[in-house]
Nanobody, 117 residues
Framework: QVKLVESGGDLVQRGGSLRLSCVFS????????IDWYRQAPGKEREWIAV???????NYVDAVKDRFSLSRANFENTVYLDMTKLEPEDTAVYYC???????????WGQGTQVTVSA
């Protein structure tokens, strides 16, 4: 059984920065690939970034040069550092993983990021 809890969302001005956290509860954190998604008002949830178990990352083009992922294994936490935020980044941000033992999809509850113009 896996549980994910996001935090760090806030209201920021254009050009600002935020760090989101995704805390993993369960076994074998380092074996799990962690994705981040976001869902803007009235839009579909979209994938934005992934950090795999080898420490490799990949990002959607819209955030590639502004967002970065890192993992703190001793804290069972993945961080999403967001810089140069734009109003278009306003969304609820979710982390996700697929359980390595049961293959189930696990989602956090989401954290709201709002970027003012």
């Amino acid at each position: 059984q896996v549980k994910l809890v996001e935090s760090g969302g806030d209201l920021v001005q254009r050009g600002g920065s935020l760090r989101l956290s995704c805390v993993f509860s369960g076994s074998f954190f380092t074996l799990h690939e962690i994705d981040w998604y976001r869902q803007a008002p009235g839009k579909e949830r979209e994938w934005i970034a992934v950090l795999n178990s080898n420490g490799n990352t990949n990002y959607v083009d819209a955030v590639k040069d502004r967002f970065s992922l890192s993992r703190a294994n001793f804290e069972n936490t993945v961080y999403l550092d967001m810089t140069k935020l734009e109003p278009e980044d306003t969304a609820v941000y979710y982390c996700h993983t697929k359980g390595v033992w049961d293959g189930r999809d696990y989602w956090g509850q989401g954290t709201q990021v709002t970027v003012s113009a």
